[in-house]
């Protein structure tokens, strides 16, 4: 009866539990007999990539999972490595507990299924996870705004287009001035988030790929960058991940439209213009550079009530003939 239980024969279960009730033991009918061979069948078998999930776990594990499409044990593992740590979050009530146990099955019999769970399918709380990622350079992990650190020599703390004057914020560096701008929006949940995400890039391009505090960007650097907006580079692209991960890329597509480009232009432009006010920057670069060029749609012209040309034609030498002056003598 356990084993009906644990590999989701729910039916023969209940069969064997009211007959145990009834008459202090498990009584078998024909129909029933050949559910328990199927089970002892299920008993001794292995773990395939291509076993539906509903074979192996209970029914409404089994039915979430397939809500997602996920249909077999390699969907299943393909899932997760797709979405890391964080896979069971759309799959509706999936918790972290439950989650685990499902990973850790697939893991202790990956030899069977002969797919394997990554390494960094990690199943940390992705609310916990807040360590600094130190980007010093070329070759430095990338990592959201609220994750970031920068050595001494790219923090902008020397920057040359630092104001010489009496600054009106306290940011020691580029990071602080970034975040003091932000905070100025810190009432606006969705402009908050649009522009920490187009300042958290920038920040990323100007230390990872231009090799420069972005206190030190000139009018060429951040024609550059528009540039690489409209073609950003493979290792900055990947597909949504929770901003925990070492997954996460700052852009999800390698495409951006110029309707995004030019919002991301005049984004800098304006937080520049902010840090210039607040004498954190000396000068505005970003006021040398204009925003892409946007491309304009031509109006389509609908030809469903189009005249054919021979009937045009008839049209065109009967307003001709109607047009022509009258007879004088007539």
């Known amino acids: 009866m356990d084993l009906t239980i644990e590999h989701g024969l729910p039916l023969l279960a209940d069969h064997l539990k ?6 202090g033991s498990a009584r078998l009918t024909s129909v029933s007999l050949k559910m328990v061979e199927q089970a002892a069948a299920l008993a001794v078998a292995r773990p395939d990539a291509r076993h539906p999930v509903g074979m192996w ?12 499409g996920i ?12 979405r890391g740590g964080s896979w069971w979050r759309p799959v509706p009530r999936i918790g972290a507990c439950r989650a685990w146990h499902i990973v850790a099955w697939l893991r202790q019999h990956e030899a069977s299924i002969d797919e394997r769970i990554v390494d ?4 940390d709380d992705p609310l916990i996870a807040t360590e600094v990622v130190v980007i010093d350079g070329p070759r430095s992990a990338l990592a959201p705004l609220e994750r970031m650190a920068f050595g001494t020599a790219l923090s902008g703390a020397m920057g040359a287009n630092r104001s010489a004057v009496f600054p009106f914020t306290q940011a020691r560096n580029d990071l602080d001035a970034v975040r003091a701008y932000l905070n100025h929006y810190r009432d606006q949940p969705q402009t908050l988030r649009v522009y920490t995400k187009e300042l958290g890039r920038f ?15 000139l009018v060429e650097d951040c024609e550059a960058y528009k540039d690489f907006l409209a073609l950003p580079s493979p290792s900055f692209v990947g597909p949504k991940a929770p901003r925990h991960s070492a997954r996460w890329r700052p ?10 480009q030019g919002y991301a232009t005049r984004a800098l432009r304006a937080a520049f213009t902010w840090l210039v006010d607040v004498r954190y920057l000396a000068g505005n670069p970003w006021k040398a550079v204009n925003d892409p060029r946007v491309g304009r749609r031509e109006a389509s012209i609908s030809i469903d009530r189009a005249l054919a040309g021979g009937l045009w034609e008839r049209a065109r030498q009967f307003m001709d003939r109607a047009c022509e002056p009258a007879d004088a003598t007539q």
Do not use: H, Q, Y
Not at 57 to 68: N, Y
């Open 18 to 23: 009211a007959s145990a009730r009834a008459r």
């Open 57 to 68: 776990f209970r029914p409404l594990v089994a039915m979430r999972l397939k809500g997602e």
């Open 71 to 82: 249909r077999t044990l390699g969907d299943l593992i393909s899932f997760c490595n797709r």
């Open 120 to 123: 960094d399918v990690e199943l």
């Open 203 to 217: 920040l990323l391009w100007a230390v990872v790929v231009r090799g420069k505090p972005m206190s030190a960007l």
């Open 251 to 260: 852009f999800a597509t390698g495409a951006l439209t110029a309707e995004s």
